[in-house]
């Protein structure tokens, strides 16, 4: 999942794709600790899809902590 495609989910919907990938990357864990995992790149864009998501989720975690501070200094 690349970055537009992140950026253009809904809070609640960038929830829910947070817990799934950070469960499909227990899943390719335990698969690559049990030799199952064929292609052991999928780990690493798992992990860099859920920095993705958590950085999106900072960045509008932080503008509404602005717009908030904007409203009380007014």
Known sequence: MQ???????KND????ELEN????????????ATMQLSDFTEIRKTRR???RINTVLREREIVAEMNRSEGQVK
């Open 3 to 9: 970055i537009i495609e992140v950026r253009e989910l």
């Open 13 to 16: 919907e960038l929830a829910k």
């Open 49 to 51: 899809t859920i920095a």
């Open 21 to 32: 990938q950070q469960q499909a990357l227990i899943n390719l864990r335990f698969r690559a």
